[in-house]
C-alpha cells in the first residue's frame, strides 16, 4: 500500500514512477508506512451535520489553497470548491507537482506561504 501511495501522491496519478525526487518519494513512503503499522483499527467516519462542504462559508480566517496540477482529480477540484467557497481565499496551483507540494518544490512552497502570512500584517 505505501508503494501505491508514493505512486499517487509523490508521483502523481497517471505520472510514471519516480517522476518526483528519490527523497520526496522515501519520506512519503516512510510517512505512509508508519501510519499503516501503528494504525490498530479501521477507522470510523463520523459524519457532520451539517456537513463541512456545506459551511465554508462560514470561515472567516485568512485562507491560502495551494495544489499541484499533478494531484488526483478528486483533490484538485475539492481544492478549487474550497478556495470558491471560503470568502477572499487565495488559490495557488503549482505546476508540475502532485500532492506533496511541499516536498516538490519546497523553496517556491515556503516563498508561496511566507509572502501570503506576510500579506496579513
Not at 459524519?47 to 483533490?75: F, H, M
Not at 496551483?93 to 500579506?119: I, W
Amino acid at each position: 500500500m505505501a508503494d501505491l501511495d508514493v505512486r499517487v501522491w509523490a508521483d502523481g496519478p497517471g505520472q510514471p514512477a519516480g517522476r518526483s525526487a528519490a527523497q520526496a518519494r522515501d519520506r512519503v513512503y516512510k510517512m505512509c508506512l508508519e501510519n499503516y503499522r501503528t494504525q490498530k483499527v479501521e477507522p470510523k467516519s463520523r459524519p457532520l451535520d451539517p456537513p463541512a462542504a456545506g459551511r465554508l462559508n462560514d470561515v472567516r480566517v485568512p485562507s491560502l489553497v495551494i495544489v499541484g496540477d499533478l494531484d488526483t482529480s478528486g483533490t484538485q477540484a475539492s481544492m478549487r470548491m474550497l478556495s470558491q467557497s471560503v470568502e477572499g481565499a487565495k488559490f495557488v496551483e503549482f505546476p508540475g507537482v502532485a500532492h506533496m507540494v511541499n516536498m516538490e518544490k519546497p523553496d517556491e512552497f515556503n516563498r508561496v506561504v511566507m509572502d501570503f502570512l506576510k500579506s496579513l500584517d
